[in-house]
């Protein structure tokens, strides 16, 4: 029986960790939805992250807010990368079996995020490029 090593399951609580913070990311609108009545109550936002941060202090004792917003920045970030990538792909007229597959884990967790991209048109191109509306964290 093979044992498991260190960083495996460094590697898994990691994934437990990010998995649970998308989730309750999830559940709080009002960080990321912008058509939210309360998206722009920054008390009812602060309220939030700090719930998401009492809830992941069980796992990670020293999470602070300033950790949280980092992480969702950078999840946010690599998914509209990696989203953008996949629908350049689709509509430049990629045939189905050359468009990628998305390379992040969590690509499927974050997609509820991505009715808050905006396909704008740029006047360089006639094909439509997603981009992010604002930044839901910037207080």
Not at 32 to 43: A, H, I, L, T
Not at 82 to 91: L, Q, R, S
Request: hydrophobic share 35%; proline share 4%.
């Amino acid at each position: 029986m093979a044992s498991t090593s260190e960083s495996e399951v460094r590697e898994n609580s990691e994934r437990e960790f990010i998995s649970l913070l998308i989730e309750l990311y999830r559940d709080c609108p009002e960080l990321w939805k912008v058509k939210s009545k309360d998206y722009f109550n920054r008390n009812k936002k602060s309220a939030a992250l700090e719930k998401i941060v009492g809830a992941l202090k069980k796992i990670k004792p020293d999470f602070s807010v300033i950790q949280l917003k980092q992480k969702i920045n950078v999840l946010r970030t690599n998914f509209n990368r990696e989203f953008k990538a996949i629908e350049g792909k689709k509509v430049s007229g990629t045939s189905t079996d050359d468009i990628p597959e998305p390379s992040l884990w969590y690509y499927n967790d974050m997609h509820f995020i991505k009715d808050q991209l905006e396909i704008a048109q740029t006047e360089t191109s006639e094909q439509p490029t997603p981009v992010l509306l604002l930044d839901v964290l910037a207080d």
